[in-house]
């Protein structure tokens, strides 16, 4: 079997040590690293993620993917950035203010980076100042906030009011997720997005793009 | 009466099929081998960890009444108000998984270990709801043995976040409850430290009383609908 091809297998599989080594031997061949990319882990990536949506494997099978996704990506991201290949885009995403809670936005920043998109990870309790600064440090295109309870969603609509008054409306993309979070709380913050799920936040990120999507 | 309880780790039965459907898988899906091994590990690592605890102290209506009025923001119309004046007893509850489960969660994810950490997570949050059934059931064990096993004895529990009773409600039940004494602590945004806590109250009364129509306006939006499941089980 073809040396990409085997990537693809494995990481379908959710072995990340073999993916990693595989890449390595790639990188060792000179076989490009957006091919790689694009023949190898991504064709992998969407397999994982159609079987996913047809209920063949289940979460715990995605992550373990993304695991082997990301270490890949660590061979590969300085290669990328060195040939002047752009990244996919960036996230800065946190769970907001007093949310201790951040499973749900881990999962979501993880199925992201599964997708090829650069995630800064700030943590749980991120003040609304934070997520600014750090989204202007970062030059990021999208803040991803998450809240497990209504009395932290709050937080979410300082920061878009923020972005307002800060000149990043419109530039950077917001999107909001979590159990009590919805849709309608979106529109009424004037978030651009909500997200039901971590499948349904890449959707949506990856709309946020479209020239850029694979 | 104010009691603590410590749960032994096999007292929560960890329902697979359960655990499973809260993942929404369904309970014919086929399974890889790594979800299995994934998912056995979670259990062991569970059964280790959990150092389950809680807390009850009983109250009189007239005085849940003040708990639960809290700061006002009740929906005007929910089943609590409904069923706490028909009960026989009333107790304020909280329980708690412990902090060490979600520490090893976060341990976890930040060695890269995802799929473990949440099934570890998840598995945690299936037990945490269970131990408030397990508080009832206690309680209602302990009612009808001192009742002469009245059979027609129910004891469900309602928490501060669900059916209308505003999740501000637990600044009131904690300073009537006091479960700081368990280890848990409840911050300025009404969540609860240790993550994997559920807070309430017990209500114990003829079963039907537990009974009601789930078409309040803020049942449109209800994403869990669990009163559906624990009516059907008062059967
Ligand atoms: C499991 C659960 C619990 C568990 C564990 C909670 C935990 N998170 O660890 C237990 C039983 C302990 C619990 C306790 C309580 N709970 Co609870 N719980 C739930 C439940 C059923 C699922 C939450 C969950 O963990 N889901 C799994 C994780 C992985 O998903 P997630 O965090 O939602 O993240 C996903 C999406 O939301 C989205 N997402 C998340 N973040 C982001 C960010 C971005 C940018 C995007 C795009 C997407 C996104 O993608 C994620 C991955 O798929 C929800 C109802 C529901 N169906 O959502 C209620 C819910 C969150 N609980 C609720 C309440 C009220 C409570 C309690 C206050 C009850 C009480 N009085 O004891 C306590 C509070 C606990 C505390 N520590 O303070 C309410 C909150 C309502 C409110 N007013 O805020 C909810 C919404 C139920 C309801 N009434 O409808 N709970
Ligand atoms: S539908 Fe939901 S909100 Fe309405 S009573 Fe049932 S559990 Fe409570």
Redesign the pocket.
């Known amino acids: 079997m073809e040396l990409l091809d085997r990537i693809s297998e494995n990481l379908q599989n959710g072995f990340d040590e073999t993916v990693v080594q595989l890449t390595e031997d790639a990188v060792e061949k000179q076989i490009p690293p957006e091919e790689i990319l694009s023949d190898g882990l991504i064709v992998g990536m969407n397999i994982v993620g159609e079987k996913f949506k047809n209920h063949d494997i289940f979460l715990p099978d995605v992550l373990l993917a993304a695991r082997a996704m990301n270490g890949a990506m660590e061979i590969l991201k300085p290669l990328l950035i060195k040939e002047g290949i752009p990244v996919r885009g960036k996230v800065v995403?946190g769970s907001v203010k007093d949310d201790l809670?951040d499973?749900?936005?881990n999962?979501?920043a993880i199925l992201l980076k599964g997708a090829g998109f650069e995630v800064i990870d700030l943590g749980n309790d991120v003040p609304a100042e934070k997520f600014i600064s750090a989204a202007k440090e970062e030059n990021a295109h999208v803040i991803?906030?998450?809240a497990?309870?209504?009395?932290t969603m709050p937080v979410m609509k300082k920061v878009v009011d923020l972005a307002k008054d800060e000149g990043l409306f419109g530039k950077v993309k917001i999107?909001?997720?979590?159990?009590?979070?919805s849709k309608e709380y979106a529109l009424e913050i004037g978030a651009d997005a909500?997200?039901?799920?971590?499948a349904n936040?890449v959707e949506?990120v990856e709309s946020f793009f479209p020239a850029n999507s694979r | 009466m104010r009691s603590i309880v410590d749960f032994a780790a096999d007292d929560v039965i960890l329902d697979r099929a359960a655990i499973l459907c809260?993942q929404g898988i369904p309970e014919e899906a086929e399974l890889t081998e790594n979800f299995e091994r994934i998912y056995g590990e979670a259990i062991s690592l569970f059964q280790q960890l959990a150092a389950s605890k809680g807390i009850t102290a009983g109250i009189s209506i007239s005085h849940f009444e003040e708990v639960f009025r809290g700061e006002g923001l009740n929906e005007p119309e929910n089943p609590v108000e409904e069923i706490y004046g028909e009960s026989s007893h009333l107790a304020l509850f909280a329980v708690t998984l412990g902090p060490v489960l979600s520490e090893k969660v976060t341990e976890l994810f930040d060695n890269g270990d995802y799929a473990s950490g949440?099934m570890l997570?998840?598995v945690?949050?299936f037990a945490?709801?269970r131990l408030s059934v397990l508080i009832a059931q206690n309680l209602q064990s302990e009612l009808a043995a001192a009742e002469s096993g009245k059979s027609t004895l129910r004891v469900l529990s309602y928490?501060?976040?669900?059916c209308g009773w505003h999740?501000s409600g637990?600044r009131k039940l904690f300073e009537v409850l006091c479960p700081q004494e368990i280890g848990i602590t409840l911050n300025e945004s009404?969540?609860?430290?240790?993550?994997?806590?559920?807070?309430?109250v017990l209500i114990a009364g003829h079963g039907k009383i537990h009974e009601f129509a789930n078409s309040y306006p803020f049942c449109d939006t209800?994403?869990?609908k669990s009163c559906i499941g624990r009516m059907r089980d008062l059967k």
């Open positions: 995403i809670h499973i749900g936005k999962l979501v991803g906030m998450s497990l309870l209504t009395t999107i909001v997720g979590g159990a009590p979070v909500y997200s039901y799920d971590g936040a949506t | 809260s949440y997570d998840s945690s949050s945490a709801d928490s501060p976040g669900y999740i637990q009404c969540l609860m430290s240790p993550i994997k806590s559920v807070s309430g209800c994403r869990t």
